[in-house]
């Protein structure tokens, strides 16, 4: 956690808005409310996908360098009341690949770095929107950013929230910058078969991290404490997906020597438990969507063999598993990445409260095709950037804002 923020306190009619760092004790009650208050996600006629915490109102920064929650309590005489929060973490980044000679192989490409602010979670409870609170709230929020030294902040939304992308590209200065899609595939009770062709790897943590920075490292996003994310309890293993036949199946050579003389084609990925960090549900479901999707289940359980797909329970608390670390290389990279998403699902179907497995690539990611989802589960993101700093430590990067569009980036768990 960083350190205190001076409450900053503004008038409004007939009150006064308080904007001040979350307090753990005395807030989270509160806090818990307003969250509880608004529909977060997809919506398809009535039903809302609802998010819980677990107690826990800081569980999705938590896990980053540096972080804080800001809250926005309204004063009212003897009355206070929490009616909004929003909150922020920082990191350092890879904003691409520095120039390199020709002779260069590209999993050697430098990186350039910069230190990047994340704003996430911004709430405001129903009965006071329209009142500038939530812009409120994210000026206090890039004032902290600015005075802990990042260059840019960005923020993530829904493409279809509307409201959203408003407030952040007309009142707070930041442009559309990438639209990655967030894929969804639920946990069926029957195991996934992997193909023969394609044998999985588990890497150790060494081997994880070299090889995350040699092939991944210039990747937009890449975060440079990379061997921390690893380390974290939540992140359940890397994997390495390579043709069976392949040398490196028989024998592992170590990620160095692999990269110098890779398989054909192979990818790897890496699985996170979002599930211990908060729960999903969906509510407003009607009863003959609960029914069917019971029946389909115990259709699935009953009949494993036939590999029915099946809805899971998802109008009860549920966890996910999240794979991140997407990437590969090779004619046939996607068959690859698909038996890392297959081995992510039977993974996942060892835990009777996981119901979906989810990834999060750029819109035109090669390797996206070798995920699978379900349409119906999966929403389109946009993220809005802002540039915050005059100056920059690295001069090879310019104005990252203006950067033309790569073909993937990489999705920190941390604050997924």
Not at 304 to 317: C, G, N, T, Y
């Amino acid at each position: 956690m960083d350190s205190m923020v001076a409450a900053s306190p503004e008038e409004v009619p007939d009150a006064v808005l308080v904007i001040r760092e979350y307090d753990t004790v005395r807030d989270r009650e509160a806090a818990e409310a307003v969250e509880l208050s608004c529909d977060v996600g997809a919506r398809a006629g009535t039903m809302s996908l609802f998010t819980d915490p677990l107690g826990d109102p800081l569980c999705r920064v938590r896990h980053s360098p540096l972080f804080l929650m800001l809250v926005a309590e309204l004063i009212r005489g003897p009355q206070r009341e929490i009616v909004g929060l929003v909150r922020g973490c920082i990191k350092t980044v890879s904003c691409g690949a520095a120039k390199k000679h020709p002779s260069c192989a590209k999993h050697r490409a430098a990186s350039i770095y910069a230190k990047v602010a994340y704003l996430l979670g911004l709430r405001v409870s129903p009965a006071h929107r329209r009142r500038g609170i939530a812009l409120k709230l994210v000026v206090r929020m890039e004032e902290w950013f600015k005075a802990k030294g990042a260059d840019y902040a960005y923020m993530a939304t829904e493409k279809d929230n509307e409201a959203s992308l408003r407030l952040f590209t007309g009142r707070c200065g930041y442009s559309k910058f990438r639209t990655p899609s967030i894929l969804v595939h639920p946990v069926f009770a029957h195991r996934l078969p992997l193909s023969s062709r394609v044998a999985v790897l588990r890497l150790s943590l060494a081997d994880a991290e070299e090889l995350y920075r040699r092939w991944l490292g210039a990747t937009e996003f890449f975060p440079h404490d990379i061997d921390v994310v690893l380390a974290n309890p939540l992140s359940l293993g890397t994997f390495l997906a390579v043709p069976s036949a392949c040398a490196a199946a028989a024998r592992w050579p170590g990620a160095a020597a692999f990269l110098a003389d890779p398989p054909t084609s192979w990818a790897v990925g890496s699985v996170w438990n979002s599930k211990e960090v908060f729960r999903m549900e969906v509510r407003g479901a009607g009863l003959w969507q609960r029914g069917l999707a019971r029946v389909s289940r115990a259709v699935d359980w009953a009949l494993q063999w036939l590999r029915i797909p099946s809805v899971p329970d998802l109008f009860r608390p549920f966890g996910m598993y999240l794979l991140y670390g997407i990437g590969g290389d090779g004619p046939m990279a996607a068959e690859h990445v698909q038996a890392l998403c297959r081995h992510a699902h039977n993974m996942a179907r060892r835990e009777a409260d996981c119901g979906v497995v989810a990834a999060e690539v750029a819109e035109c990611d090669p390797l996206r095709r070798g995920i699978p989802y379900w349409g119906r589960l999966s929403c389109a993101d946009v993220w809005c950037v802002k540039r915050l700093a005059e100056d920059y430590g690295d001069g090879a990067l310019g104005d990252w804002t203006k950067a033309p569009r790569p073909p993937s980036i990489f999705v920190d768990p941390r604050e997924f």
